[in-house]
């Protein structure tokens, strides 16, 4: 399965790329992502789940990151299994200045097997397309509920050996919201026009 396409973030390139780059921000912004931590240089074990149609399941697997050019692009290989199967993939990813911000451009194929496979085609597509739109939309949100700079150090916050990290040294970041199932939108879509038929053959308003 391939895929491609482009999203603008409301940020500087370096800035962006920083971010990308940070796996506390990557956990906060890929749908279903319930652990992400780093195993060596550019290397994380990650735990998602993802609902696909009938088919939803926990996945195991790795993230690593390899060709770096900071910041301008980098490629991401991606392994996992797990109760709907197994996926892996290998994305291409861009970023270029633009007058609003940063400009990320991206294409990659993604392989999967098992029950998850059955569901066809046109539903994974639609499914990976949305995945990677909500991904894009929690790191815009993410990246604007974020200070421009960093907030300087209190004088006294020096960090010696033996003492707490000051408090300003952890960015944390709200979760991205849990995938949606593409037939939960498709069934509330058909309610709706249901509705709205009754409506019209008994004339009630309520």
Known sequence: MKI??????NAPRDRVWHMLNDPAF???CLPGCESLEATGPDRYQATLTVGIAAVKGKYTGTVALSEKEPPRRFTMQV???GTGGFMRGTGHLELADDP????VTYQGDVQVGGPIASIGQRLLDG??????????????TQLAAMPATPPPAPPDSTHKPGNAAPPNAVQSFTAAPAPLSPWRTLLQLLMTQGRDKLRQWFGRSG
């Open 26 to 28: 990557l956990k906060a």
């Open 100 to 103: 609003q911000g940063t400009k």
């Open 79 to 81: 392994e996992g299994k």
């Open 4 to 9: 491609s396409g482009s999203h603008l973030l």
């Open 127 to 140: 499914a990976a397309k949305m995945m990677v739109g909500q991904f894009f939309t929690a790191v815009n």
